[in-house]
T-cell receptor, first 111, second 114 residues
Framework: DQQVKQNSPSLSVQEGRISILNCDYT??????FLWYKKYPAEGPTFLIS?????DKNEDGRFTVFLNKSAKHLSLHIVPSQPGDSAVYFC??????????FGKGTKLTVNP | KAGVTQTPRYLIKTRGQQVTLSCSPI?????VSWYQQTPGQGLQFLFE???????NKGNFPGRFSGRQFSNSRSEMNVSTLELGDSALYLC?????????????FGPGTRLTVL
């Protein structure tokens, strides 16, 4: 049973436009959410997080929105750059020290 | 500060063999977690060690085991390898664990089972 779903396996956008990556979750106990970015042949790197007491967190070009009633998060990247091309994972910490990863969305930003 | 290192980076084994993967965490980090990444299942949690004790375990068979040494370095062992064990194995370290701190991932070990 997938607790974290990223229903779009891939997304392609033009450089300079907005990228919106979505994540849905089923476990209402999740109280903290992280986004990781992964380039090929590298491990995931932490990008941005949001606590369930907030509905928005912004860091430069990256903004994460949380809709708790809908159990939905979205990551906005504005403006998108070719270097943002990577796989993005939504990963809330589950019980007892583990991250529960979605299957990821592969973002391609075209120059 | 050096990042998380994993050795070897690539490994090819045959069915039935066993394999040991190694992870050296960031200096000072006491929590080491292991994840398996496959195209079909994504990233799945294997287990987490903190101060030489396994603190949490994912839903993997007993063929998957691990340990942590007093210097926080960790090893993961897979016995009686199956074709389905072919995956990227990622190690992540943090000061106190996934709920308290950001986890830092190594580059992974790519295991191919023939």
């Amino acid at each position: 049973d997938q607790q974290v779903k990223q229903n779009s396996p891939s997304l392609s956008v033009q450089e300079g436009r907005i990228s919106i990556l979505n994540c849905d979750y089923t476990n209402s106990m999740f109280d903290y959410f992280l986004w990781y970015k992964k380039y090929p042949a590298e491990g995931p790197t932490f990008l941005i997080s949001i606590s369930s007491i907030k509905d928005k967190n912004e860091d430069g070009r990256f903004t994460v929105f949380l809709n708790k009633s809908a159990k939905h998060l979205s990551l906005h990247i504005v403006p998108s750059q070719p270097g943002d091309s990577a796989v993005y994972f939504c990963a809330p910490p589950g019980g007892s020290e583990k991250l529960v990863f979605g299957k990821g969305t592969k973002l391609t930003v075209n120059p | 500060k050096a990042g998380v290192t994993q050795t070897p980076r690539y490994l090819i084994k045959t069915r039935g063999q066993q394999v040991t993967l190694s992870c050296s965490p960031i200096s000072g980090h006491r929590s080491v977690s292991w994840y398996q990444q496959t195209p079909g299942q994504g990233l799945q949690f294997l287990f987490e060690y903190f101060s030489e004790t396994q603190r949490n375990k994912g839903n993997f068979p007993g063929r998957f085991s691990g340990r942590q040494f007093s210097n926080s370095r960790s090893e993961m062992n897979v016995s009686t390898l199956e074709l389905g064990d072919s995956a990227l194995y990622l190690c992540a370290s943090s000061l106190r664990g996934a709920r308290a701190d950001t986890q830092y991932f190594g580059p992974g070990t790519r295991l191919t089972v023939l």
